[in-house]
């Protein structure tokens, strides 16, 4: 396995055939007073954002936000302040999303790989074995003629044939083969370039808000620590060197960072715009990469050395402080503001940033690019019509729209339930406080000056004065407020029960809730499982569609292009079943719990032994989750009561024995331990033989 394989590191050849390195690692035009690229991105930034503040996109980010986090907004903060009282926060929405990510982490991160690269069915002979077959024909042929054989056409067709088909085993052979290292060496570099950290982060994402987002696979310079050994015999000691490497990666992107074209009708069509808030060491690193500008790098540096930031609104603002960030425009970080762009430029303004003629050859066509801008300042363009024609950045909702970038997240789906739930908690809790204890009126001009009207305690005393209207009125009066916590209980929990029904997530999903009705048995809580899995089934397909079979896909490419040392044919297929592997696990639980059943007699228990039982119950706690080894005893185990029972059987049986000889009643049985217990019988059963 090569280099690059082994520590997904990319090699300066394998990177100029992916990326557009600049002549002179430089992007200055000829024309010094163009700077178009730089123009239309800006220009491209202005329209994206404006599209996003038209469609209210940044408040929906926010408010899923602080749905999931379980706060209000403060407008409704204000108006529930106003009224007094309770704001609790019942957290429904809290609790499905957690239910629905968990389940998907369950499935896409568990122990099965949801995805495999399957070689062609008929994968072709190459042309040197074809050759080596037609020399061994031709030499088989003058061995038989020296030999006085005759040699026939059909006889020659006929080992051709044979010699054929086994060629084509072979190759095939060989082509599940490659394709098995192939998957080795990619999950290698999913593994190292933190592909299942950002797809967990993603599958957090994707309940929350309308649109969770992952970029990869890219390519990024990453500083390592190298050890530098001494000669052999040497008395210095190792030191270490700083080094810079190009690395594949995947990361998660928040939606709020994320900016795209107003008429696309997906991510995947559409033009992308990142804003990126770098360190000065992220500029740095960058320099002297394939298609950076060091110049440029060196007077973005330069002009913003204590950071730049342009252009904010409040929901910024409200997502900083849902965050926990600062509110960047203080900057005091002194992070750089970055526009990521990947989209279509053309041909004559990449020609004029002396792009190489493999890269751009019709200064007419549009080509996919990355570019990066910092104020005025390009300081990176890179051509990426080698990988594919799209960017790296793949999306995907929990209900997705047609025609629509961004869909409906679970939080919006509930945020009806939600606010009912909220209205009938915040009721519960003011009636419950109103309700815990008596309250009184007092007429206070009859109230002694000694006594402290607001001071209630248990038997204290009341001091009042005389009326001198003689009024006979109590001057104190007590009364119990009306308690409605069962009413407001009830709906509270008919809000539950709604939000099970919208979501699709019942609430036995998370292991709370009753099991009344068909979840009281087993195989009834199996089908209710299967049917709620199914929403979940069609988000996951939705993720295999367009998100892991693309990814994965992508990375095959860069393989092909990239890397000698794993043998890849550019036929192989990337097959994802994340939702295959999630119904076929379903499956193997429903039938194991019928076979369960159907076994559970004594015919079968007869035909199965003790053993197959219990292999039975251990492969069926493993797929529902229970740690076997705590229930179903080991074979070992099992051998050692089967051996105490049999002797113990033995033993019983000469009892009895001897006890029918002498016309008696068996004596009881006598542990392994005691004394005589079977000596005793056979010295019972010889004095009668004798």
């Not at 002009?303 to 603002?317: A, I, K, L, N, R």
């Not at 965050?323 to 004029?352: F, Q, S, V």
């Not at 007869?606 to 080894?629: C, F, P, W, Y």
Request: charged residues 25%; negative net charge; contains cysteine.
């Amino acid at each position: 396995m090569s280099e690059y394989i082994r520590t997904n590191n990319v090699s300066d050849e394998a990177l100029d055939i992916v990326t557009s390195n600049i002549e002179s690692n430089s992007l200055i035009p000829e024309d010094p007073t163009r700077n178009d690229i730089i123009q239309h991105i800006r220009q491209q930034w202005h329209v994206f954002r404006n599209h996003r503040t038209t469609l209210d996109y940044a408040d929906l980010l926010t408010d899923a936000q602080r749905g999931y986090m379980g706060e209000y907004t403060d407008t409704k903060l204000h108006a529930i302040s106003q009224q007094g009282g309770s704001n609790v926060f019942a957290r429904i929405t809290t609790i499905k999303c957690r239910a629905a990510s968990a389940v998907l982490s369950d499935l896409y991160l568990g122990g099965e790989q949801p995805w495999t690269i399957q070689p062609t069915p008929v994968p072709a002979v190459p042309v040197e074995i074809k050759e080596d077959i037609g020399k061994l024909i031709q030499a088989e042929a003058g061995t038989s003629e020296i030999m006085g054989e005759p040699v026939t056409p059909d006889r020659v067709q006929m080992r051709a044939e044979e010699l054929m088909s086994a060629a084509i085993i072979a190759a095939k052979e060989q082509a599940h083969e490659a394709a098995a290292e192939a998957q080795a060496a990619m999950e290698d570099i999913l593994v190292e370039g933190g592909y299942y950290k950002a797809m967990q982060q993603f599958l957090v994402d994707l309940p929350v808000f309308p649109l969770a987002i992952i970029k990869g696979p890219y390519v990024e310079m990453e500083r390592q620590v190298e050890w530098v050994l001494p000669k052999p015999g040497s008395n210095k000691a190792p030191k270490t060197k700083l080094k810079t490497k190009p690395m594949v990666k995947w990361r998660r992107v928040s939606p709020f960072d994320v900016f795209f074209d107003p008429a696309a009708t997906s991510l995947a069509e559409s033009d992308i715009i990142e804003r990126r808030f770098l360190k000065r060491v992220d500029l740095v690193k960058m320099r002297g990469t394939p298609g950076a500008d060091d110049n440029a790098i060196n007077a973005a540096l330069e002009d913003y050395q204590h950071g730049h930031f342009e252009y904010w609104d409040d929901t910024d603002s409200d997502r900083d402080d849902n965050e926990g960030h600062e509110h960047r425009p203080t900057n005091e970080a002194k992070r750089i503001m970055c526009l990521e762009y990947h989209g279509h430029l053309r041909g004559e303004w990449l020609l004029d940033y002396k792009i190489p003629d493999s890269f751009v050859s019709d200064p007419n066509e549009e080509y996919m690019v990355s570019a990066w801008v910092v104020g005025e300042h390009l300081i990176k363009l890179v051509v990426d019509g080698a990988i594919g024609t799209r960017h790296p950045y793949y999306g995907e909702s929990f209900e997705p729209m047609p025609d629509r970038v961004y869909g409906t997240s679970l939080v919006q789906l509930l945020a009806d339930v939600q606010d009912v739930a909220n209205a009938c908690m915040r009721s519960l809790v003011n009636n419950m406080s109103i309700s815990s204890g008596p309250m009184y009126y007092v007429n206070e001009e009859r109230l002694s000056s000694t006594t402290d009207p607001d001071n209630v305690h248990p038997w204290k005393r009341w001091r009042f004065l005389s009326d001198p209207s003689g009024d006979m009125s109590k001057p104190i009066e007590f009364f119990q407020p009306a308690s409605n916590a069962g009413e407001l209980l009830n709906v509270y929990q008919a809000m539950t029960q709604q939000a099970d029904e919208v979501s699709a997530i019942p609430r036995y999903v998370t292991g709370s809730g009753s099991m009344a009705g068909a979840a009281g048995t087993a195989s009834g809580l199996a089908m209710l499982m299967g049917n709620t899995s199914k929403i979940l089934q069609n988000v996951a397909r939705q993720i295999d569609r367009n998100v892991v079979t693309p990814n994965i896909e992508r990375l095959y490419r860069l393989l092909l292009l990239t890397d000698s040392g794993v043998a890849l044919r550019g036929d192989e297929k990337v097959v994802v079943s994340g939702v295959s592997v999630a119904m076929s696990r379903e499956q193997d639980r429903m039938r194991q719990l019928e076979f369960l059943q159907m076994t559970n007699n004594p015919v079968d228990m007869q035909l199965m032994g003790v053993e197959g039982r219990a292999s039975l119950l251990r492969e069926l706690s493993k797929n529902i989750g229970m740690d076997h080894t705590k229930v179903i005893p080991d074979s070992e185990t099992i051998k050692q009561r089967q051996q105490a029972q049999q002797q113990q059987a033995q033993q019983q049986a000469v009892m009895q024995g001897a006890a029918q000889a002498q016309g008696g009643q068996a004596p009881t049985p006598r542990s392994q331990g005691e004394k005589g217990s079977v000596s005793e019988g056979m010295q019972q059963m010889s004095q009668v033989s004798r």
